[in-house]
């Protein structure tokens, strides 16, 4: 895992900078403390740079830019190959031999071998660049599902990459923002990440499962993957059991390691899942398993409503994992500030704190490695998709799935700030409203009733890369849009900007791409009901995860104490920053009405989430414009 950069000129006679190199790559030097590497072509208008973090073979055979086949091939790569083992056996059997114990050199043996074809053999996520000296072409891919990121900018005379927005924007000081973003970011969005836009005008993401190939001549941008339909068993049973072996594969394959691993534990299902197959003996061990420490690290915010350590410690206690919990504070300014300055970019809640802190934990106590639990709520229903859920059972005529759905999700919980039985019932009474009204359209229109009712949510208008099958019942769309589109690729690049600028790895088994077919693949009775969401999930983990956190309903999201925080620790520098010239006067947002609701907000004895989440995207925005450069 690193932070990768490059420059390629068109002009083969016009020579990269090299303090223009240097200066891209040391702008991710968090991503990888641990070496650094540039490299040039012999007409030097191509530059690859790499930052290290040394997970597989941390000897200096695995250093990058890395050249292969009598140095035909470089390649500065950001990711793992997870069953890069398995390949490298293939190929040695075609004769070909290795000098480095890392996943690297396979994908260079590989790329030498197969092409471009090699990524469908891949199981890992990836951003890389490999550059035929031979054909002077330059070849960067992204894995499947976009986990790892890569951004560009292009003009008619050079193109640029790398790991992070803000590394370009040092070559590209007057880059202009991108106001649609910045708008989303502002509202507390952040929808673009399923979207090549950036924060940046003419700085783009390359999405998840597509190709970049660059020639003196060209840029040619193009997907390499689609996600499949796949075949599977028709018995609850049975798809619960090869759930089960996929999951098993999936952590064994992500254990991988010459550093030491840890897990992410939360106390719910998702981490609980990964750290109770871990502490089991389903996996069979082999040689770099030893790394892995039977540790858990939870984030805990006492005394607040979203504290979930408990449940983690219970669960640890039953697991006989060592647990070390994170107790979460308000930041104080210097570390707040520090946390900001190493994320990429303006982020849209302060949820990204705690997560920062936590791998700042993590990596304080020598941890380069963690596996976390991202997926099976986007997936398999967890995020609430009552409306489209209940939708799709009209249209697929299963009234009984209709009522299952609604005791589902009316048995979520309720507190103080959240009813779900109300939510439950409010969104049925919607949705039947506009069944009604639909239908008495189309009949007076003399035209029958669709399908699907359009799903209930609002994406602002971004043109997403991947849209979900139209043949997709109005749940299926839903799951597959809060993969594709929202909210999934924005949590990743959150949780990939705040692992990695503590130099810590995040591996994710749940976002293996064997697992993500095979859900899309299965039908929507598998995901939600029987009373649950994620339903085949904790029937794939009965027996191994314990039942007090297999069978709890209780939904909480991860986020940060932003109330407590705001009245308290948090309230001088909040209205320092709404105090500003910047602030006041701002194109993005009305400030005097947001610094006059922030004051009656903290005058207020009764503020529950939905009154205090506006106000700190604005905030970060402000700081972030003043402080960029």
Not at 233 to 244: A, D, I, N, R, V
Not at 438 to 466: H, M, S, T
């Amino acid at each position: 895992m690193c932070g990768i950069a490059g420059i390629f000129n068109f002009d083969i006679t016009k020579q990269v900078n090299t303090s223009s190199i240097d200066l891209l790559t040391d702008a991710v030097k968090h991503r990888g403390p641990d070496g650094r590497g540039v490299w040039f072509n012999t007409e030097k208008n191509l530059a690859l740079g790499h930052r290290r973090l040394s997970i597989l073979d941390t000897s200096e055979n695995g250093s990058q830019p890395m050249t292969y086949a009598s140095n035909r091939y470089v390649i500065t790569l950001n990711g793992e190959i997870y069953n890069f083992l398995e390949i490298r056996l293939e190929l040695e059997k075609l004769g070909l031999n290795f000098v480095s114990n890392s996943d690297t050199e396979v994908i260079l043996a590989a790329y030498l071998t197969w092409g471009e074809n090699m990524l469908h053999k891949f199981n890992g996520m990836w951003a890389f660049a490999i550059y035929d000296n031979q054909n002077k072409t330059l070849f960067l891919s992204r894995d499947r599902f976009g986990v790892k990121p890569l951004y560009y900018s292009k003009n008619d005379t050079s193109f640029i990459f790398s790991s992070e927005v803000q590394a370009i924007q040092k070559l590209l000081p007057n880059c202009p923002l991108n106001k649609q973003v910045i708008a989303n970011i502002v509202d507390g969005g952040f929808h673009s990440y399923g979207t090549i836009e950036t924060y940046l005008e003419n700085v783009f993401a390359l999405p998840g499962g597509h190709n970049i190939l660059i020639s003196q001549s060209e840029v040619k941008i193009y997907s390499w993957y689609q996600l499949k339909k796949i075949v599977v068993p028709k018995t609850f049973s049975l798809q619960t059991q090869e759930l089960k072996n996929l999951i098993l594969d999936a952590c064994k394959l992500r254990m991988r390691s010459d550093v030491p691993i840890a897990t992410c534990l939360s106390g719910g299902v998702d981490s609980g899942t990964i750290t109770a197959f871990l502490a089991s003996d389903l996996i069979s061990k082999e040689k770099r398993f030893e790394n892995y420490t039977h540790k858990g690290f939870c984030a805990a915010f006492p005394n607040t409503p979203i504290d979930e350590s408990n449940e983690a410690r219970r669960l640890a206690n039953q697991l006989h994992t060592k647990l070390d919990v994170v107790n979460i504070s308000a930041p104080k300014t210097n570390e707040l500030i520090q946390a900001m300055q190493m994320c990429d970019g303006p982020m849209h809640a302060l949820a990204f704190f705690p997560i920062w802190k936590l791998y700042k934990h993590i990596k304080e106590n020598n941890i380069l490695v963690t596996l976390d639990g991202q997926g099976p709520d986007e997936m398999m229903g967890g995020y609430r998709p009552i409306y489209e859920a209940l939708d799709a059972a009209i249209s697929l005529k299963k009234p009984l799935w209709f009522l299952d759905v609604y005791k589902t999700y009316a048995a979520q919980g309720e507190t103080k700030n959240f009813s779900s039985k109300k939510f439950v019932k409010n969104q049925t009474i919607t949705l039947l409203r506009t069944r009604v009204n639909y239908l008495k359209n189309k009949i007076k229109a003399g035209i029958g009733l669709q399908k699907d009712i359009e799903p209930f949510y609002d994406f602002q208008n971004f043109k997403y890369v991947n849209s979900p099958p139209e043949n997709y019942n109005a749940l299926d769309k839903n799951l597959y849009q809060q993969f594709f589109q929202t909210p999934l690729p924005g949590i990743l690049q959150q949780y990939d900007r705040c692992s990695m600028a503590n130099g810590v790895e995040c591996r994710m088994p749940f976002m293996d791409y064997r697992i993500v077919e095979f859900v899309f693949s299965l039908p929507v009775e598998s995901k939600v009901g029987g009373g649950y969401t994620k339903r085949i999930l904790r029937e794939a983990s009965k027996g191994i995860l314990p039942d007090e956190t297999r069978l709890n309903k209780l939904k909480i999201g991860f986020n940060a104490p932003i109330i407590d925080w705001f009245k308290g620790e948090l309230k001088d520098f909040m209205l320092e920053q709404m105090s500003s010239k910047e602030f006041i006067e701002s194109n993005y947002f009305n400030g005097k009405k947001l610094k006059k609701d922030f004051a009656d907000f903290l005058e207020s004895k009764n503020n529950n989430w939905d009154d205090a989440w506006k106000f700190w995207p604005p905030v970060h925005l402000t700081w972030w414009l003043k402080n960029k450069n």
